[in-house]
């Protein structure tokens, strides 16, 4: 716990007790004091209920503050998480290995034979596939904010997905199904979140203009 909070609750719980007290003892503060055992137990009750009502309105401030604290301390953790995950993904070495991979993809007639792949255009896809797979993973564990992450980054996560259909099909179809299960499920979200048009229908509405 916070030192700053603990000292709040502590200073609360004074309080509660010390402002029944005070405010008898100002409004009786002319009257002799009474050797009456039902007033002091009429003073009890008094007190009681007082620092009961007092307390509960503080303990609900407390609540909310505590509440405050942890809303700031959730946004400053998923702050912190997305540049990470921001220079995870913009690393110089992933960067081209992107780069490569989609060249390789836009450029290369051989690119649909994945037996045909060279060492090095593996290594890139690999890579690449890895590093969005980590991202979707963080996200499904509800470490990174999919708001955050994929409108930054949904153009690129598309295009590598069309980059690396053919390592995505042979891994998964060799090694196992659920190979980099988390960029499948990525990919899945950001189509949802951003669809692509469907070309057909994109035509018809220009057709008809």
């Given at each position: 716990m916070p030192k700053t909070l603990l000292c709040l609750i502590v200073f609360v719980l004074l309080l509660s007790i010390l402002i029944p007290v005070l405010?008898?003892?100002?409004?009786?503060?002319?009257s002799p004091i009474s050797?009456?055992?039902?007033?002091?137990?009429?003073f009890g009750q008094y007190i009681g209920g007082?620092?009961?009502?007092?307390?509960?309105?503080?303990?609900?401030?407390?609540?909310?503050?505590i509440w405050q604290q942890l809303r700031l301390s959730n946004r400053t953790a998923q702050a912190e998480a997305y540049?990470?995950?921001?220079?995870?993904?913009?690393?110089?070495e992933i960067r081209e290995a992107r780069g490569e991979l989609l060249n390789f993809w836009k450029t290369c007639a051989r690119w649909s034979d994945f037996k045909s792949w060279e060492t090095r255009e593996r290594a890139n896809a690999e890579r690449v596939c890895n590093r969005f797979n980590l991202v979707g993973k963080l996200i499904r564990?509800?470490?990174?904010?999919?708001?955050?992450i994929i409108p930054a980054f949904h153009?690129?996560?598309?295009?590598?997905?069309?980059?690396a259909q053919p390592i995505l099909k042979e891994y998964?179809?060799?090694?196992?199904?659920?190979?980099?299960e988390n960029f499948v499920w990525l990919h899945e979200q950001t189509k949802k979140a951003y669809p692509v048009p469907d070309v057909d229908s994109v035509e018809v509405q220009g057709a008809g203009k």
């Open positions: 405010v008898f003892v100002w409004q009786f503060r002319n050797m009456d055992p039902t007033d002091w137990s009429s007082v620092s009961q009502t007092i307390s509960a309105i503080f303990v609900l401030i407390s609540v909310f503050l540049f990470r995950a921001h220079d995870y993904l913009q690393q110089e564990k509800q470490i990174l904010d999919p708001d955050l153009f690129t996560i598309e295009e590598c997905w069309e980059a998964r179809a060799t090694k196992s199904k659920d190979w980099w």
